[in-house]
């Protein structure tokens, strides 16, 4: 009986993990609500709502760089971003903050600041 046991703890404990990891990757992601990743050449969301005051952060999931501008000069651009790598802003007024790639210009993505 205690091989039995032994033998379901072993079939079973991967499973366990998994989940355990899950929910650890899902506290993190919900941890930091004005997040736009990049990915698949574009923004995810492409239109976030904000309040004022809110700092925004990009992570590039991609493997090219990419550098995120606005489009009427209205935050700092980023430097290009690697493979993981972020760019933070804080958005202090309300508006409508419309940006892109400069190094893919069809990668668009728009800030709602209430």
């Known amino acids: 009986m205690n091989r039995l046991a ?3 703890c072993l079939l079973l404990a ?3 993990w998994a989940v355990a990891g899950a929910a650890t990757a899902g506290h993190a992601a ?3 609500p004005n997040r736009i990743e990049i990915r698949n050449f574009m923004f995810m969301p492409k239109t976030l709502t904000v309040p004022a ?3 925004v ?3 590039n999931r991609d ?3 990419h550098i ?3 489009a009427n000069g209205q935050f700092a651009p980023s430097k290009a971003l690697d493979s993981n790598d ?3 802003t804080t958005f202090g007024k309300p508006g409508t903050y419309v940006y892109y790639c400069t190094v893919h210009p069809f990668m668009t993505g728009t800030v709602i600041v209430k």
């Open 68 to 70: 995120v501008v606005s």
């Open 57 to 59: 952060t990009w992570v």
């Open 53 to 55: 005051g809110a700092t």
């Open 30 to 32: 919900a941890a930091q």
């Open 6 to 8: 032994c033998v379901m």
């Open 86 to 88: 972020s760019y933070t």
């Open 63 to 65: 493997e090219e760089p």
């Open 14 to 16: 991967p499973g366990v």
